[in-house]
């Protein structure tokens, strides 16, 4: 199984960006997407989820509003679509995959992800 996410880079603030988590190895119908940052001297935090199988998405309060969860099922990858980007969201950006038949909204732990991605870094200049 692999995630191989990209499309990090360096951005203003006020710009955009799009992350993709390109998925293999297995199939995700059943799991549920997420992804999650980790900035320097930071613990990692929960960002969006989403079921593969789509249907409901949720965020962290932090980016609701600024950030879009997407998957392209053809494709076999996930999407985190961030507007209005501020310095705060300036993190290495990880995508991971859950198995969890868990209600969305509780799948906000590190722990509760199976599968995890490389990580792409986002900077957001001020």
């Known amino acids: 199984v692999q995630l191989q996410a990209f499309g990090g880079g360096l951005v203003q603030a006020g710009g955009s960006l799009r992350l993709s988590c390109a998925a293999s190895?297995?199939?995700?119908?059943?799991?549920?997407m997420g992804w999650f940052r980790q900035a320097p001297g930071k613990q990692r935090e929960f960002v969006a989820a989403s079921r593969w199988s789509g249907g409901r998405t949720y965020y962290a309060d932090s980016v609701k509003g600024r950030f879009t969860i997407s998957r392209d099922i053809a494709e076999n990858t996930v999407y985190l679509q961030m507007n209005s980007l501020k310095p705060e969201d300036t993190a290495v950006y990880y995508c991971?995959?859950?198995?969890?038949?868990?209600?969305?909204?509780?799948?906000?732990?590190?722990?509760?992800?199976?599968?995890w991605g490389q990580g792409t870094l986002v900077t957001v200049s001020s």
């Open positions: 991971a995959a859950s198995s969890s038949s868990l209600i969305l909204s509780t799948l906000r732990m590190r722990s509760q992800y199976d599968y």
């Open positions: 190895g297995r199939t995700f119908s059943s799991y549920v």
